[in-house]
């Protein structure tokens, strides 16, 4: 048996009816950037989310450098950021000038350890980054306070957790401001490249816009450098359809997790863990063991396709300043491995996956 790290085939096929005609309206009306289907999926995306505004930008890296412009971080500014994460999250912050500054990770829960920021904060420290990791919350609680007692601000990173809560209150409306990811891959994403900036705030709503539209306060009167980052009308009208399907996707992702939890659950391996009242939506399934590249092997000859995200913590990628040594999220990156995980996995297959783990660490 084959199965794909993700499917996105299969996932089309089940909404093709409706994709093909927005994207055909698309087409008829040949409105391809901006008008009326980006301005009804900000709307539609901020309502979902629980949030007061929405922008649409390029992608979910310019979202985070849009975020950190329009709280005005920038040269001689610290921000605290995960040790692990995708290398946007911390490259965002090097791009408007500032300093990323890491910190170790929980070793259970893969999301920034909140134990060991204080430490960390200095007279430049400006923002922090809590990045809702493979799809599990970070502790929003601790975050806001810790913001509070040193006049932080915070940009969720919410490119692997659209849809994730905390006591049924969505991630991306905790902090000052959120960011969003839609590059294929992710939980909603769209058939291209895609990503959103969201926030309560009418003024960095405002801030954020004109950043992302070229310094433009209306037509052509440009009162800051901007940049041009769009979320294209074709992708927005794609995201407008998935966007109805994004509650059902999320339950059937952590069906999936709960098959693979229970087949696994006494096999020498660690599996993800969350503190109650936490909604995980499994972006990524991860799972760790001591022969993670030998059991990536015997998957693959098994037709199973897995992935490490990331084999290096960012203060090992080379491109950041040294920043000394993160021991649990340097065991992590010899450990993890994430199996297959999308909504349409089914049962036989995730059996299979699980079987075939089994198998391997007996
Ligand atoms: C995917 C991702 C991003 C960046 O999104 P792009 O749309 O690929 O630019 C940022 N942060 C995290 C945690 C991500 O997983």
Redesign the pocket.
């Known amino acids: 048996m084959n199965i794909p790290f993700v499917d996105l085939q299969i996932q089309y096929q089940s909404i093709k009816t409706e994709i093909d005609e927005a994207i055909a309206g698309i087409l008829t009306n040949a409105i391809f950037v901006n008008g009326e289907p980006l301005a009804s999926f900000e709307k539609n995306f901020a309502t979902y989310m629980g949030v007061a505004h929405c922008i649409g930008c390029?992608?979910?890296?310019?979202?985070?450098e849009i975020a950190l412009e329009a709280l005005e971080i920038g040269k001689g500014d610290e921000v605290l950021v995960p040790a692990y994460?995708?290398v946007?999250?911390a490259s965002?912050v090097s791009r408007v000038g500032a300093t990323p500054i890491f910190v170790e990770v929980h070793p259970d829960f893969y999301t920034i350890d909140v134990s060991k920021i204080e430490a960390k904060i200095t007279a430049q420290t400006k923002a922090i980054i809590p990045?809702?990791?493979y799809g599990l919350p970070v502790d929003m609680k601790s975050i806001l306070d810790i913001a509070k007692n040193h006049s932080l601000k915070i940009i969720e990173?919410c490119?692997?957790a659209h849809n994730a809560t905390i006591d049924g209150k969505k991630v991306g409306s905790f902090g000052d401001m959120a960011?969003y990811?839609?590059?294929p891959g992710?939980n909603l994403g769209a058939y291209g490249?895609?990503?959103a900036v969201v926030t309560n705030s009418k003024k960095l709503d405002g801030k954020a816009r004109i950043i992302a539209r070229l310094g433009q306060q209306g037509k052509h009167n440009h009162i800051r450098v901007g940049r041009n980052s769009r979320l294209d009308s074709m992708q927005a009208a794609i995201l407008n359809v998935k966007l109805k399907h994004l509650t059902e996707w999320t339950t059937k992702r952590q069906l999936v997790a709960s098959w693979y939890v229970d087949l696994l659950r006494d096999a020498p391996v660690k599996l993800p863990s969350k503190p109650t009242g936490y909604e995980h939506v499994y972006?990524l399934f991860v799972i760790q063991t001591d022969k993670r590249d030998e059991l990536k092997a015997f998957l693959a000859t098994k037709g199973i396709e897995t992935q490490i995200h990331y084999p290096k913590p960012l203060h090992q990628v080379g491109i950041f300043k040294a920043q000394g040594a993160f021991p649990v999220a340097e065991a992590m990156s010899d450990k993890i491995l994430s199996l297959p995980m999308y909504a349409e996995l089914n049962k036989v297959q995730a059996a299979y996956v699980a079987l075939a783990v089994r198998e391997f660490l007996g």
Not at 59 to 64: E, L, R, S, V, Y
Request: net charge negative; no cysteine; proline share 0%.
């Open positions: 390029a992608n979910g890296t310019d979202a985070i994460t995708w946007s999250t965002a990045v809702h990791f990173d490119a692997q960011t990811s839609f590059y992710k490249d895609g990503g972006h």
